[in-house]
């Protein structure tokens, strides 16, 4: 049996962190719409988009990548 490297540990760890901050987003935005805080819903709905796209490869985990 062979043991994950480290990159691949830290990995896992990431994508586990963004699933779970994702979970947590959705619940909030749902929150936020049954209270009809429209703003907050779509800001917190824009968050968890981006979290799906950071779990996709689609965008940068930190903006400060496409700067530099």
Known sequence: ?????R???ERTGETEQLRYMKYVLVELAEIARGYNFSMLE???T????????VLRGTRPKSP?????
């Open 1 to 5: 049996m062979t043991m994950p490297n």
């Open 7 to 9: 990159e691949q540990s």
């Open 42 to 44: 779509y800001l917190i």
């Open 46 to 53: 824009m968050a968890a988009e981006e979290t799906v796209d």
């Open 64 to 68: 400060i990548s496409r700067v530099i």
